[in-house]
């Protein structure tokens, strides 16, 4: 069996998606309730943007790896998703954390946390250090350019450093609340400048010039303990440690200023400022191109003007005006290009000079790829989450770096246990090294590698999987990683198995079954050449067999059975096939027998064996046995006729007395007389609908509640009387009525359906048998539709019931007519289930919703532990492939409570119900009382 694989292709996208994206993607895991976080996986995007080495943060606790994260806010956004199990977008974010020695330290960073299951969480993030340096540049830049001026002739009068540092200190000095208290310092490339009383103690303000880090010096004023320093003297001082920062840097203004404006002029990003009235004062040359101007047509104009129709409708007026008032606004939307649409972050930020007070700072960027790889990633990780199949994920040199929920239910094996470890946890050491080099082999050549292997459980057990194994590549097509996923197939082995041995062998005896003999008896015949010698069919039937399973038990008559089986085998040839083909019923063919003589002295020989006295369960009993013999070609040209004439002979053997054998013969052929004789009354029958529509109905195994009916044919001749179902179809079979009576019955159960409906009952659905040939014909579809639309039912009333014998020829075109019915709204069951040539592999080809486990399984339940092991593997089949199961001919407390014990499932026989007529059944429907009481006495009876 190929069990469906489109969750494979699902995780190979996964992987490539995060090996691919230039994106940071960590999977955390909450540890004590929150309390911190484990990171569980990082692919090498995160990898490289926070440079470190996995191995030196996986599985680490965030507060260990990262010790800038809970002062950045991360922390607590994690537990914020992890309560929620919302998804959060973070604002840019700045790491600061000493420890550092690389480049993180200080860095911004946009992060967006998602809740998985299991308490994990994925965070992906971005470094938008340059994006965030370049909005909060904005401003002070834009402040530089106006007063780039002012600075430049400043710097040209006050050149001396000595002049300009010792008027900075006396500055301070005269500025501060008590001027006689205090003592100024200005340090500046390790020379001092001071102004004030000397010496001073007291409190101290340092402020350094252009900041901590590569600052070329320092402001310091002491104060007295009298006159403690004001927070506005703080803020003075670090407004004339700018001033002092802003003379040593004047030179170099003018080069940031070109700088800045080449920035803004290379970005993709659109850049603009808006003075008080919203009039653009700056923008940058993207800005200006997305509305198809130049930047001097869009500087000095109204953005009201520049954007059109587009401005009242979008709310960017208000947008505006909160920012304007000190807010940061930002938000994302959907533009529409010619290109398609595109995702766009939009930000608001409050700017004020004194050039532009009360100004808006705006910038544009195109997130269309983040936003579709979030997406993108989002999806494929729930569906890594989810899978049903378990999914490994291995670094190049085979390391585990991630597994998913089903690897731990399939394997045993914890997350924790399985990461950093490598696949070899799981070999079962059942392939040798050239299998798994020829694996690799094709994933080189092919990019994957498919096909059955078997694995092992932490507790050591063996299972088979069907394993499909992908390469991971990068940008360059090179390897980086594998990605393996597998399903557990040992159910569907088991059951493999089972039904093998169900399509052929006789579960107790070991012997073929009727299936297996008919194969064979077919194929010795089709090779059969004329004037070949001849084969011989035996029938061979025990006597007294049910007076032993009634006085000892089925128990006993199993043993009984098994013992016969293997005396009938002793006293075989080689050559010679047994087979059993009903309860006490066996089937031996010879070949190359000469003579009835020969053949009658084997037939004698075995009756003599069988009749020898057997000891079971202490008591000694003894049976004998009636033979039936035919030959080919003499008795028949086919399988069917051979085995039918021996059956006719061994009845009559039976007739002379039993312990006895007989051959076919002209005498025997009554059983043909009233078969024509039956063939022309069924015709006459069927043309004058003489035939009754009967309903069996259907219970809940379980409350007994009605589930449905089985629609069946009776017929009474005036001449034969009641004649058997049995009978009769097989004439119809054998005459080609098959088809007509088929469509009578459809026809008869629609139009009954119709009038109940007209009754306001509500009827449950209604199965219907349909025969191979009937399916087989053409139109068949479309004499079903309009039987349907003649009648004005629904297709989902109605199920057809369909043989194995009936799926078997054509399965790929069976399969079409049969998705043909399911799509008017039937369902479609398998009856007789187990008693043809079962098969996985077309079961799964068809679209198939119930099983009917066969009523000759059904009635040895409880008394046989084979019957019991048929039936348990029917059952487990029906759950394997997802389908209803109803079992038929039950007759007894004993059926019902071990098919009880097996799950839900409907159940039909005389036990609950003999066939009832169609005024019976609308007495049955919804809404009559008999029909509760009914099912109270059944509860009542069977608990």
């Known amino acids: 069996m190929t069990p469906d694989l489109k969750l494979s292709g699902a995780v190979e996208l996964y992987s490539e998606a995060i090996a691919a994206l230039d994106l940071g993607v960590v999977i955390y895991e909450a540890v004590d309730i929150g309390a911190d976080f484990r990171i569980l996986t990082m692919n090498p995007a995160a990898l490289r943007i926070s440079e470190v080495a996995g191995s030196d943060v996986v599985g680490k606790l965030l507060s260990e790896a990262f010790p800038g994260a809970r002062d950045m806010g991360v922390t607590d956004a994690l537990n914020r998703v992890l309560r929620s199990g919302k998804a959060e977008k973070l604002p840019a974010l700045q790491y600061s954390d000493a420890t550092q020695k690389t480049d993180l330290h200080h860095r911004w960073f946009q992060n967006d946390i998602y809740a998985l299951a299991d308490r994990r969480l994925m965070a992906v993030y971005s470094d938008v250090t340059d994006a ?156 200006a191109a997305r509305h198809g101007l130049t930047v001097s047509d869009i500087t000095g104009q109204p953005i009201a003007k520049v954007l059109g129709d587009e401005y009242p409708s979008s709310g960017i007026e208000e947008k505006l005006k909160e920012a ?222 049910k007076d032993v399973n009634d006085s000892l038990g089925h128990s006993a008559g199993d043993e009984l059975l098994k013992v016969c089986s293997s005396r009938l085998l002793d006293s075989l040839r080689d050559d010679d096939i047994l087979a059993r083909v009903g309860g006490d019923e066996f089937v031996a063919l010879l070949f190359d027998v000469p003579g009835y003589e020969n053949v009658s002295t084997i037939a004698s020989k075995l009756i003599a064996v069988l009749e020898e006295p057997i000891a079971i369960g202490g008591e000694t009993v003894r049976v004998s046995a009636s033979i039936g013999i035919c030959r080919y070609p003499e008795d028949g040209a086919d399988t069917e006729t051979l085995l039918r004439n021996a059956d006719t002979a061994m009845y009559a053997a039976k007739k002379a007395g039993r312990g006895t054998w007989e051959c076919y013969s002209q005498a025997m052929t009554d059983v043909a007389t009233r078969h024509l004789l039956l063939s022309g009354a069924f015709r006459e029958a069927l043309t004058a609908n003489d035939l009754e ?59 009954q359906l119709s009038r109940w409906r007209a009754a306001r009952l509500l009827p449950p659905k209604i199965a219907v048998n349909v025969s191979g040939r009937t399916l087989q014909q053409a139109d068949f579809y479309q004499r079903l539709r309009d039987i349907l639309e003649h009648h004005d039912v629904s297709g989902e009333s109605l199920e057809l019931e369909l043989t194995e014998t009936a799926l078997l020829p054509q399965p790929e075109k069976q399969a079409g007519v049969l998705d043909q019915i399911r799509a008017l709204g039937l369902t479609i069951s398998i009856d007789d289930f187990g008693t043809g040539y079962s098969s996985l592999s077309y079961l799964q080809r068809l679209p198939v919703a119930t099983l009917k486990i066969d ?89």
Request: a negative charge; glycine letters at 6%.
């Open 693 to 751: 529509i009967v309903y069996q109905p259907k219970y809940d195994a379980d409350s007994l509640a009605l589930t449905g009916f089985e629609a069946l044919s009776r017929w009474t001749s005036p001449d034969f009387g009641n004649v058997s179902p049995e009978e009769f179809i097989a004439i119809a079979e054998n005459n080609g009525l098959i088809v007509e009576l088929d469509y009578k019955v459809l026809g008869g159960v629609c139009a």
């Open 855 to 943: 009523a000759s399984f059904v009635r040895e339940l409880s008394v046989s532990k084979d019957a019991d092991a048929i039936a348990e593997a029917i059952i487990a089949m029906a759950r394997a492939l997802d389908m209803g199961i109803v079992a038929e001919g039950v007759e007894s407390e004993q059926q019902a409570r071990f098919l009880r014990e097996r799950g839900p499932m409907s159940v039909q026989g005389f036990l609950y119900s003999k066939a009832v007529s169609a005024q019976a059944a609308t007495d049955m429907l919804p809404g009559d009382a008999r029909h509760t009481d009914r099912g109270e006495a059944l509860l009542s009876s069977q608990s």
């Open 132 to 287: 965030k340096q370049a909005d909060r540049d904005l401003g002070e830049r834009v402040k530089e350019l106006r007063g780039l001026y002012e600075i430049h002739r400043r710097s040209q009068t006050d050149t001396d450093l000595d002049q300009y540092a010792q008027h900075v200190c006396d500055e301070l000095v005269r500025s501060m609340q008590a001027p006689a208290d205090v003592r100024a310092s200005l340090v500046i490339h390790g020379r001092t400048w001071c102004a004030g009383k000397d010496p001073c103690e007291g409190p101290r303000l340092r402020v350094p010039i252009g900041g901590e880090k590569k600052s070329p010096g320092s402001i310091e004023v002491t104060f007295s303990e009298a006159t403690p320093p004001l927070p506005e003297e703080l803020e003075f001082l670090k407004g004339t440690a700018s001033s002092v920062s802003l003379w040593l840097s004047n030179r170099k203004a003018l080069d940031n200023a070109i700088t800045l404006e080449r920035v803004l002029g290379s970005t993709d990003s659109e850049v603009a400022l808006l003075n008080e009235h919203f009039v653009y004062q700056i923008v940058n040359p993207a800005y």
């Open 324 to 545: 304007q008032q000190g807010n940061r606004v930002r938000f994302q939307q959907w533009r529409e290009t010619p290109e398609g649409p595109r995702r766009i972050d939009v930000t608001f930020a409050p700017y004020s000079d004194t050039q532009v007070p009360r100004g808006v700072a705006v910038s544009i960027h195109d997130i269309t790829p983040l936003h579709e790889a979030e997406a993108k990633l989002r999806r494929v990780a729930e569906v890594f989450s989810s899978s049903a199949e378990a999914v490994m994920m291995t670094e190049l040199d085979g390391s585990i770096i991630d597994v998913n929920n089903a690897f731990t239910e399939i394997t045993g094996y914890a997350r924790n246990e399985a990461i950093g470890e490598t696949p070899e946890i799981i070999s079962s050491d059942q392939h040798s090294p050239q299998f798994f080099q020829e694996m690799f082999r094709i994933i080189d050549a092919q990019g994957r590698w498919q096909g059955e292997v078997w694995n092992r459980r932490k507790n050591g057990d063996h299972f088979p999987c069907l394993l499909t194994v992908s390469a991971v590549r990068d940008e360059k097509s090179r390897v980086t990683g594998y990605v393996a996923s597998f399903s557990d197939i040992t159910t569907i082995k088991q059951n493999e198995h089972r039904l093998e041995l169900l399509a052929r062998q006789d579960p107790l005896t070991g012997l073929p079954n009727r299936t297996h003999l008919r194969h064979t008896l077919d194929s010795r015949l089709a090779r059969a050449a004329p004037g070949n010698r001849s084969t011989t069919i035996l029938f061979i039937d025990l006597d007294q067999f």
